[in-house]
């Protein structure tokens, strides 16, 4: 069964996108240069872009139908979202932030369930903190783990790794790993090596275009953008 | 120290009660105004932006004749008012907070309107992603966010409302123990033979509440500030 199901095109200025795939379960990467088209791709999946035509599901819900008029606006997609730089409310500690998602989706509280991803992020000691002056890997792990707690039905993760230096990328990327059971992933990266890793399944986007839908393999035949 | 007569207490008290209420009357309308100012295009927003910057610009009379006209007793909005919701505004508070309000709309809004726009919208994006509607990421994200500009423009309109003159003496007169604020009080002193001592007591309590209300305003940013820098 497929998890995802996404057939949309959108243009944008000279830019077009014109993409389609299915991803099962597990850690879908969206692999391809910088400037593929990959963000829109997973904004369109969020409910923060509008695609001019196509449709897309999740499990057997619909969430953007341009012929059934169906646009499910991003608050009530229930798809978790970690950005490439965080984007942490910097005016919530860090305890408050990870139940931003929970509150606004009007989820009942799970201490039990809090303290388990807490743990698994290992972050248990910033809770008190503001975000202002956490280490941009310890940033990342809240986002993560913010994204998780709202219970999504799909975390999509646009170039989590990219803001942080190489230490920061070995120090995080485990966390990642321990998250593949956890829930399913869409995972955009540029990094050959970082997917290598954590991928399950490859989509490779190359000027807004699916260009191949396969394994691992597909990492290898890559061109120099990936280091 | 300052020895004031009750008189002198009285046109105080009202001036501060006039400047709070019209603050606090105003800053809705003020905070929605800079919202759409800051976030909407939409026709006729120069025109909006440029009527409530009107006040600014036109001499205080003119403005305080214009309240005269439409919100005085026999005026369309006041007579409206007053004979549906019995709210009567000529020569009354009321009509000097009204006064005053609209003379601090503009500073009100411009700073929170200039402390929406900073906003990262990234941040309501992300917001969106976690559940929050459009109102809950208002109010959870944008607002909490632009409180300094909301506490700069708040204290702006206050200090412009104590201090207004022209607008409300046109509007509501000067009438001691109702619409003789702080301000008209001096003005009345000074026209007045062997008011000198009476107006500079004034002057001096004007100085010392217009600092008071600075050195707050300055602790209330810096601590806004402080949250989302520190810990």
């Keep these: 069964m497929s998890m995802l199901a996404v057939d949309v095109e959108k243009r944008l200025g000279q830019f077009s996108i014109g993409a389609r795939f299915k991803t099962a379960a597990g850690v879908t990467a969206l692999f391809g240069p910088s400037g593929a088209g990959k963000t829109t791709l997973v904004n369109m ?13 999740i499990a057997d819900a619909v969430l953007f139908d341009s012929q059934e008029r169906i646009n499910v606006p991003a608050h009530r997609r229930r798809i978790g979202y970690v950005f490439q730089e965080g984007r942490l409310f910097p005016h919530l500690s860090v305890a408050a932030n990870l139940d931003y998602g929970r509150r606004m989706s009007a989820l009942a509280a799970d201490p039990a369930e809090t303290k388990r991803i807490v743990e698994l992020l290992d972050i248990g000691h910033l809770l008190d903190r503001r975000p202002g002056k956490l280490s941009g890997g ?15 039905r799909l975390l999509l993760l646009d170039e989590p790794l990219a803001a942080l230096d190489a230490a920061r990328k070995r120090e995080i990327l485990p966390y990642l790993e321990r998250l593949r059971d956890e829930v399913p992933m869409v995972y955009v990266s540029h990094h050959a090596g970082e997917l290598r890793r954590i991928a399950t399944s490859v989509v490779r986007i190359d000027a807004g275009q699916v260009a191949a839908v396969g394994g691992k393999e597909l990492l290898d035949a890559v061109d120099a953008d990936a280091v | 120290m300052l020895d004031l ?3 002198e207490w009285t046109a105080i008290l009202l001036s501060l009660r006039i400047a709070l209420v019209a603050t606090i009357v105003a800053l809705p309308f003020g905070v929605a105004v800079a919202w759409l100012l800051a976030r909407k295009d939409f026709w006729g927003k120069t025109l909006l932006d440029g009527v409530i910057h009107l006040p600014l610009v036109l001499p205080p009379v003119v403005t305080g004749y214009l309240l005269l006209i439409w919100f005085g007793r026999r005026g369309p909005i006041g007579a409206f008012l007053s004979d549906n919701f019995g709210i009567v505004f000529s020569f009354r508070w009321t009509g000097a907070a009204l006064a005053c309000g609209i003379m601090g709309f503009p ?6 309107r200039l402390a929406i726009e900073a906003v990262d919208r990234r941040l309501e994006q992300a917001a969106a992603t976690l559940g929050a509607n459009r109102a ?4 959870s994200v944008t607002l909490p966010l632009a409180l300094p500009g909301l506490i700069a423009g708040c204290v702006l309109c206050f200090a ?5 003159f022209g607008a409300t003496i046109t509007f509501v007169s000067n009438i001691p123990g ?3 604020t702080i301000s008209a009080a001096i003005y009345t002193f000074t026209q007045t033979p062997g008011g000198d001592e009476a ?17 707050i305003s300055e602790w209330l940013a810096r601590r806004a500030g402080m949250r989302f820098h520190g810990e």
């Excluded at chain 1, 310890?138 to 999504?152: C, D, F, S, T, Y």
């Design chain 2, 199 to 215: 107006a500079s007591r004034l002057v001096l309590v004007a100085i010392a509440i217009s600092l008071v209300a600075l050195v």
């Design chain 2, 136 to 139: 809950w990421v208002f109010l």
């Design chain 1, 45 to 57: 999946i969020a409910g923060l872009v509008t695609p001019d035509r196509g449709r897309i599901t």
């Design chain 2, 160 to 164: 412009k409302a104590l201090g207004e």
């Design chain 2, 107 to 112: 500073l009100l809004v411009r700073p929170i």
């Design chain 2, 178 to 180: 109702e619409t003789q």
């Design chain 1, 138 to 152: 310890e940033r990342q792990r809240i986002a993560v783990g913010r994204a998780l707690l709202m219970r999504p």
């Design chain 2, 5 to 7: 007569t009750p008189d």
